[in-house]
């Protein structure tokens, strides 16, 4: 099982990244996608989640700036960020769940300065 994120780096306040997850080893089409975010001294936090069926959630934070989506045919989950803030600064994990099967990527770096 793998969960290859990319995407991240720097960007300015206001500025747009899209991060991308590559999964393999597993049915990608039967599981849970999410995005979960880590900044430093935090403890991790859900960022989007989306369902099989492409039912998405935010966190409060994120909502109306983050945009989560799946690719069933790439077995690729993504993450749109716009109107990036300098809280938004965090590692950026995806994750993989099915019942009781959770998959994490490697994460991807994230960091919003200008």
């Known amino acids: 099982v793998q969960l290859q994120a990319s995407g991240g780096g720097l960007v300015q306040p206001g500025g747009s990244l899209r991060l991308s997850c590559l999964a393999s080893?597993?049915?990608?089409?039967?599981?849970?996608m999410s995005w979960y975010r880590q900044a430093p001294g935090k403890q991790r936090e859900l960022a989007a989640r989306?369902?099989?069926?492409?039912?998405?959630n935010y966190a409060d934070s994120v909502k109306g700036r983050f945009t989560i989506s799946r690719d069933n045919a790439k077995n690729t989950v993504y993450l749109q960020m716009n109107s990036l803030k300098h809280e938004d600064t965090a590692v950026y994990y995806c994750?993989?769940?099915?019942?009781?099967?959770?998959?994490w990527g490697q994460g991807t770096q994230v960091t919003v300065s200008s």
């Open positions: 989306i369902t099989i069926s492409g039912y998405t």
């Open positions: 994750n993989a769940v099915y019942g009781s099967n959770s998959f």
């Open positions: 080893g597993f049915t990608f089409s039967t599981y849970f």
